[in-house]
T-cell receptor, first 113, second 110 residues
Framework: DAGITQSPRHKVTETGTPVTLRCHQT?????MYWYRQDPGHGLRLIHY???????DKGEVSDGYSVSRSKTEDFLLTLESATSSQTSVYFC????????????FGSGTRLTVV | KQEVTQIPAALSVPEGENLVLNCSFT??????LQWFRQDPGKGLTSLLL?????REQTSGRLNASLDKSSGRSTLYIAASQPGDSATYLC?????????FGAGTTVTVRA
């Protein structure tokens, strides 16, 4: 989607290794989110950010950490990847944070073997 | 904990038939209710947003209604086309996040 880029698009990693996913935006939006999507669960919020260095946990944050040192970048780190973290990860941005005006990235498909 | 439910999980209809997709939510104090479309291997595209003070929104062949008292939203797609085949997700918005249903996967048969 225009204005938001996720990298990598696909990644296969081994159990126990650290993994970092990157979300980059060019819209200068204040709010950034990381979601994961699994069959039968829809999208579930992992972490979100409401400004540089301001982050908070979502409903499925265990095993994940995030950082936002610049407005445009929001990083999601799996410190020690597990098979249960095999999923599709979506980043989203929002100017208002009030549940609307979201733009989603194209997703990162992560496989932990 | 907010819960958003979409039934059925999958739906197959012949071309031209009207589609009715259902979404139920547990928190009546919602800010808004949104409908998204997701094509295979792609991200989400916003279709319609209904603010909590509104009853419905329309865009072309799409119409979404919101009934906060019953905790339900319905997405209607008139005269379905094969290009409408996708997964449709509803999401309840609150002051900082969206809570999603698992989606309904729609197949429109030519």
């Amino acid at each position: 989607d225009a204005g938001i880029t996720q990298s990598p698009r696909h990644k296969v990693t081994e159990t126990g290794t650290p993994v970092t996913l990157r979300c980059h935006q060019t819209e200068n939006h204040r709010y950034m989110y990381w979601y994961r999507q699994d069959p039968g669960h829809g999208l579930r919020l992992i972490h979100y950010s409401y400004g540089v260095k301001d982050t908070d946990k979502g409903e499925v944050s265990d095993g994940y950490s995030v950082s936002r040192s610049k407005t445009e970048d929001f990083l999601l780190t799996l410190e020690s990847a597990t098979s249960s973290q095999t999923s599709v990860y979506f980043c989203a941005i929002s100017e208002s944070g009030q549940g609307y005006g979201y733009t989603f990235g194209s997703g990162t498909r992560l496989t932990v073997v | 904990k907010q819960e958003v439910t979409q039934i059925p999980a999958a739906l197959s209809v012949p071309e031209g038939e009207n589609l009715v997709l259902n979404c139920s939510f547990t928190d009546s104090a919602i800010y808004n209710l949104q409908w998204f479309r997701q094509d295979p291997g792609k991200g989400l595209t916003s279709l319609l947003l209904i603010q909590s003070s509104q009853r419905e929104q329309t865009s072309g062949r799409l119409n979404a209604s919101l009934d906060k008292s019953s905790g339900r939203s319905t997405l209607y797609i008139a005269a379905s086309q094969p290009g409408d085949s996708a997964t449709y997700l509803c999401a309840q918005g609150d002051d900082y996040k969206l809570s999603f249903g698992a989606g309904t996967t729609v197949t429109v048969r030519a």
